[in-house]
């Protein structure tokens, strides 16, 4: 990749300004920055992955997020009233379609204003939130960070905003006001402590009725009518340093100074809940804080093709935990676009269905039971994977490297594979190759050097090659990393039930055969004090047989399966026995994928399964 790297100054005073030359092909980019001087930092890794693990070290890991932000997300600008939002709920339930979240977006607020409810949207707004609860959801409510200018209304935030002192200021000391969704606002000073620490407390009568996660939406600050579309760059920021800044200093982490507030005030009112906040700015760094999407898309094709690039991006720069606007936000997709747009959004980090207002309906129902029926299998693959994902982003929180990431992250040497970024990997395991546009016209599936096994078929495949395929709308193709053990549980409608069943461990024979799960309880920081539990997994080939074996578990926290399932792939011919720990246990062949499966206890002692041939 970057075999070639130039760093010069050329403006001559100081290094504002930088010239920058990477790669081979690329052209110069220049850039500086106007509040004061720029740092820049050389991360020779030299393999990219060592590079995203050492800026992880640089600039902060993202905290193991609860796992019911693996689940379905839907939103929507906005749904109202109450029992529109009990409705949507009730829908995903009665057409059994696994969701996990749904949205509160500024609708439900008095006027806009934050941390206000319309009562008579939500004449019961707490009963609301315990409705969904009960049918496992979680809700997100939105909170911007423009307080209301609303003096003697007995409007909480900004009372105790002006008593406290905690707002921007102009230049010549009053109170900054611009104009957003309440109208006149004025804005918390959040690159100073002692706003951030208030700024939590106004979440306490939320998490008090059970919401679960929130939305930080505008704040780059977006202003409405002023030319920057923000505040004046000379408005005065008190900040940690002590002194001030001017806005033009500060800007660029403003954003990441909201989450970073909402974040920490969560965690100051719940010690032990693990805070879910989504924000739309933030900078190096604000991954320690909140989640992301890509903002405003369009429900286009284009726009569509984009979010693998975008999210891949955003994934070795540090930002591991995001996704985009599923159907897009702008405008209403089309049932094919919607449909192949819930597919690859099953394998984002964050899977979250979207749109404005005056669009037309964007669940995954709207399309008739056709695009439904291709809609809820991708879902149900996601929630049978999580035990895999929640794997992969434990992983993701202790090293940085992102869940969803290209394929050359974790084979350096495939370099066909940079200038490709419509192929991902989620995780290590699973590499997905969507079909990027609305034809159903052949396109290629690659298959990288070594084994590789279909997904869906459990057929082995040899790479490097590369075969002319027309996927179907309700087909994506993604294939498996021989040598993979991926582990699957039992469908769940949403995370807060607890599956039933066996933990199904699928096992794709090759060399260097090993993977790991691990399981906690996916809402605390228990895990911290040891309650989790770790397995280690690995398979070998050998002349007789193929061996698959459990070490001895690691930790404490006991996990919802009492059994295991065991599917090895690749077994051309019937095994003559299977054993476990040296003795004959009962198995079934399925000679048509040529697969072996079996169950047994669950023992954290480990296990020794032998395929005789
Ligand atoms: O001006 O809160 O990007 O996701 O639905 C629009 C309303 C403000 C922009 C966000 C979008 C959200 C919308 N917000």
Known sequence: ??????????????????????????????????????DYYFIDGPEPKAVVK????????????????????????????????????????????????????????????????DRERFPAFDRLVENLGALGFKVIAITDLHVA??????????????????????????????????????FPDFTWAPARKWWGTLYAKFVAIGIAGFWNDMNEPAIFGTPTKTMPLDTVHRVDSGGTAVHREVHNVFGMQNSRATYEGLLELQPNRRPLVLTRATFSGGQRYAASWTGDNSSTWNHYRMSVPTLLSLGISGYPLVGDDIGGFVGSPSPELLTRWIELGAFNPIFRDHTNKGTLDQ?????GEEHLAIRRR?????YKLLPYLYTQIEETSRTGVPLMRPLWLDYPDAEDFYQNDRIFLFGPDLLIEPKMDETLDAMSLVVPAGIWYDYWTGERRTGPSQAKIQPALGELPILVRGGAIVPHQPLVQSTSEVPRGPLELRVYPAPDCRSSLYVDDGISFGYQKGEFVRLAFTCAEEPASIVVKMAPAEGSYVPWFNSLRVVVHAVSVRPKQVRIDGRPLAFQYDSSHKAVSMTFSYLKSGFEVAIDR
């Open 378 to 382: 991708y879902i149900e693959t996601r």
């Open 363 to 367: 669940e995954p129902w709207v399309h």
């Open 149 to 186: 200018k609303l003096p003697e209304a007995g409007y909480e935030p900004y009372d105790q905003g002006i008593a406290g002192d905690h707002f921007v200021r102009n230049p010549d000391g009053s109170v900054y006001v611009g104009e957003v969704w309440p109208g006149a606002s004025v």
């Open 1 to 38: 990749m970057a075999k070639q790297l130039w760093f010069s100054c050329v403006q001559e005073h100081a290094c504002r300004r930088a010239l920058l030359w990477l790669g081979r092909q690329s052209r110069p980019a220049a850039f500086g920055s106007d509040g004061g001087e720029l």
């Open 54 to 117: 050492r800026y992880a070290e640089l600039t902060g890991l993202t905290p193991l997020p609860p796992v019911w932000s693996l689940g379905f997300q839907q939103c929507r600008y906005s749904y109202y009233p109450q029992a529109r939002v009990e409705e949507v709920a009730r829908t995903f339930r009665n057409k059994n379609i696994p969701a996990d979240v749904l949205y509160l977006d500024i609708d439900y607020q008095k006027n806009n204003r934050p941390f206000s409810v």
